[in-house]
């Protein structure tokens, strides 16, 4: 049926005489490039035409939609990384050792938090000082300020105290310095000081 086709092509144009040209490889065209169709509608292949030579508006398998690439998946999210750890600092008044309320509450603080992450599995507790008084002073206060966390995290949390470890630096890790400060000016700045650092080892 192609080769009839093709055959009727070159008959007309031996009898017109009008020059055919081929619009698109595959296809007989007219002079002005408009591809030939029968009274189908069905455009005329030249001998050589191919199914890869299709052209939309001549052939189905051309007009077929391209397939649409199905959406990538998203990248599954990281696993969150599991804390091993949560720490925080408790203060104290001057030349005290005793807990007041914002200390009890900065330590329940801590101990909620280790529990909604699984628990409380070690404890270490480093208690320190300003550099006012002696260094020996201030080394004893420094581990009687953390022995008060400790005693307050056995009773009120439960914690064994076989699982805290307790120790003091005095005044031989400052925070703040306040070079030139006297007095009651000293006492005010040197609070951040006065402290006891807290690390719960989570289970």
């Known amino acids: 049926m192609k080769f009839r086709a093709a055959q009727l092509a070159m008959l007309w144009v031996l009898v017109t005489g009008v020059t055919q040209v ?7 065209s007219n002079s002005s490039g408009e591809i030939w169709k029968n009274s189908s509608g069905e455009c005329w292949h030249t001998g050589f035409y191919a199914p890869e030579m299709a052209i939309v508006g001549c052939d189905k398998m ?17 696993a969150p990384m599991a804390m091993a750890s949560t720490d925080g600092t408790v203060l104290f008044g001057f030349d005290r050792a005793d807990l007041d309320g914002d200390a009890k509450a900065a330590i329940d603080s801590l ?9 409380v599995k ?17 080394m004893d206060l420094s581990l009687r300020r953390a022995s008060s966390v ?38 005010r700045c040197l609070a951040p000081n006065r402290r006891v650092e807290v690390i719960l080892d989570l289970k």
């Open 22 to 28: 081929m619009a698109a490889e595959g296809y007989w």
């Open 62 to 78: 051309a007009e077929a939609p391209a397939p649409v690439a199905a959406p990538a998946a998203p990248a599954p999210a990281p």
């Open 111 to 119: 101990v909620r938090k280790a529990q909604s992450h699984g628990g």
């Open 122 to 138: 070690g404890v270490r507790l480093t208690g320190h000082a300003d550099r006012i008084g002696t260094e020996d002073y201030n």
């Open 150 to 187: 400790s005693s307050y995290l056995s009773s009120s949390a439960g914690i064994d105290p076989q699982m805290i470890e307790v120790g003091g630096r005095g005044e031989s890790e400052p925070v703040v310095g306040c070079e030139g400060e006297r007095g009651a000016a000293a006492i």
